[in-house]
Nanobody, 126 residues
Framework: QVRLVESGGGSVQAGGPLRLSCAVSGYTFSKYCMGWFRQAPGKEREGVVAIDGGGRTSSADSVKGRFSISRDYAKNTLYLQMNSLKPEDTAVYYC????????????????????WGQGTQVTVSS
């Protein structure tokens, strides 16, 4: 069984950094796609950034240059480093598995994403 547990969310002032973590179990972490997604109030869930089995990454235009994804193989943990946060980044952030999808496919075809974590709230104040 796949289990994903997000942590690291909280309240931060605009311009500040925050790092989210996703502890992964029951999944071949080193070989398959993983991604971060978010859902803001009144909006649909959207892809943020993903990394695939080939090590390729893809980011949403809204976060390019500010957010990055990485994984710690020893700890089986996925990270989302967020810098220069903006109020519009306020959302619940989720990590998810995306199997054999490419990073670009994971962001573009959210309906094909597999298991989801419970999410962690990020609130950015101006």
């Amino acid at each position: 069984q796949v289990r994903l547990v997000e942590s690291g969310g909280g309240s931060v002032q605009a311009g500040g950094p925050l790092r989210l973590s996703c502890a992964v179990s029951g999944y071949t972490f080193s070989k398959y796609c993983m991604g971060w997604f978010r859902q803001a109030p009144g909006k649909e869930r959207e892809g943020v950034v993903a990394i695939d089995g080939g090590g390729r990454t893809s980011s949403a235009d809204s976060v390019k240059g500010r957010f990055s994804i990485s994984r710690d193989y020893a700890k089986n943990t996925l990270y989302l480093q967020m810098n220069s946060l903006k109020p519009e980044d306020t959302a619940v952030y989720y990590c998810a598995t995306c199997g054999g999808l490419t990073a670009t496919q994971a962001l573009d075809f959210i309906g094909r994403v597999g298991a989801w974590g419970q999410g962690t709230q990020v609130t950015v104040s101006s």
